[in-house]
């Protein structure tokens, strides 16, 4: 029998919008809709709501010295920031440095510099845990190093990269420009831009609107436009903005930044009760840590049963999860993040990544669970 509840247990894939967020939304398509170039009064009124949103939400973020542009989402921003970047600046170097373990849209862009432009690339393996070893890092720098790119929190794992501390190292021993993928850290925990150049967000994953993100740069490093146009965003993402988006972005960030406090506080319990719960489970491996790993997300393995099962019998009861990065939805295929993390081929086939949200409760977890053990033990082969 399917719970008439819908448990969204899918938060890191994508969340609901917020209430506010919505209505302003709705309220700037309906009424804010001339083009932010025209010279009109109307024009001139979404151009100012535009600007002020940048402003705002770099000052929400507390970065100095700075651009902001406005993409359509992170994907988009990820391949500005290291395509992009690497391109403008290639006479520095053409070494980059990246990890095993980043989202489909920073590892393919760095797999496009390598194939297509003859840029250099070490991809550094992580540890059990998802961090990655400082030491090997700065074992891999090099003076023709011209990117390092790290993100700030996994979205398969949740193992968070200490930002500062990486970027320091950097710094302190090279010439390179550092760059992070903030997608899953914004709203989520501290971020810090002290030796940060480039950090890349996505709107959707803190209650915003979908196909809006935006990366924030140095003033000082140069951009080519990967796409060709006209002057918008400083004529590095040419084409009408998506205004509306745009400008309740500010909104989405300081809603998300004002939460996160006492959000992390109910998810922190959520997520011990859930660890806490299953870690007895002799069928259950964790592949994300308790300890180093974001609230919002935790990672299991149901020995013997497959991951296409376990998704298939917890949707049947209204429990919405997802294998792994949504971005590469195929359960079949071996997870590039679990295999930098040296997991066993089983766990591979049998992940399954479970994302909470507010909402839930304590009693919702024991729910669960009650299921994820029910099904261990009806499907285990
Ligand atoms: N980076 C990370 C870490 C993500 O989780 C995602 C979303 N799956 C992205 C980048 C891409 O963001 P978007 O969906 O806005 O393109």
Do not use: M, P, V, Y
């Given at each position: 029998m399917s719970y008439n509840k819908i448990f969204y247990l899918d938060n890191v894939s994508t969340n609901p919008i917020n209430p506010e967020v919505l209505s302003t939304y709705t309220m700037l398509l309906e009424k804010y809709y001339?083009?932010?170039?025209?010279?009109?009064a109307l024009g001139r009124e979404v151009y100012k709501l535009h600007e002020k949103s940048r402003e705002e939400v770099l000052s929400l973020l507390n970065v100095k010295n700075s651009r902001l542009i406005f993409t359509a989402g992170a994907t988009e921003a990820n391949n500005m920031a290291i395509k992009s970047v690497a391109m403008a600046n290639k006479a520095q170097g053409k070494h980059l440095i990246t990890t095993n373990i980043e989202h489909p849209s920073v590892h393919s862009s760095f797999k496009f510099l390598e194939e297509y432009l003859d840029f250099e690339v070490t991809y550094l393996d992580v540890e059990a845990d998802g961090r990655i070893d400082l030491n090997k890092l700065k074992a891999a720098?090099?003076?023709?190093?011209l990117l390092v790119s790290i993100m700030a929190v996994n979205n398969e794992v949740g193992a968070i990269n200490d930002v500062a501390a990486w970027t320091k190292l950097v710094k302190d021993n090279s010439k390179a420009y550092t760059h992070s993928d903030m997608v899953q850290a914004l709203g989520n925990i501290d971020l810090d831009f002290n030796n940060l150049d480039i950090a890349t967000f996505s709107a959707h994953k803190i209650n915003g609107v979908k196909g809006s993100g935006f990366l924030v740069i140095r003033d000082h490093i140069d951009m080519v436009p990967l796409i060709s146009g006209g002057?918008?965003?400083?004529?590095i993402r040419p084409g009408t903005e998506n205004s509306p988006a745009n400008i309740v972005l500010a909104k989405t960030v300081r809603i998300a930044l004002e939460e996160q406090v006492e959000k992390n506080e109910k998810l922190k319990a959520l997520k011990d009760h859930f660890y806490d719960s299953l870690k007895d489970n002799p069928q259950v491996r964790f592949n994300s840590n308790q300890e180093h790993s974001v609230n919002t997300l935790v990672n299991i393995s149901v020995l013997g049963v497959n991951s296409e099962i376990m998704l298939n019998a917890l949707g049947q009861e209204n429990m919405y999860v997802s294998a792994g990065s949504t971005c590469q939805s195929d359960v079949h295929k071996r997870s590039r993040v679990l295999m930098s993390l040296d997991k066993p081929l089983e766990n591979q086939q049998t992940r399954v990544r479970i994302s909470l949200n507010t909402d839930l409760t304590i009693e919702d977890i024991d729910t669960i669970v009650l299921k994820i053990t029910e099904i261990g033990e009806k499907y285990a082969v």
């Open positions: 001339a083009n932010k170039s025209s010279i009109h720098l090099r003076e023709d190093t002057d918008q965003e400083f004529g």
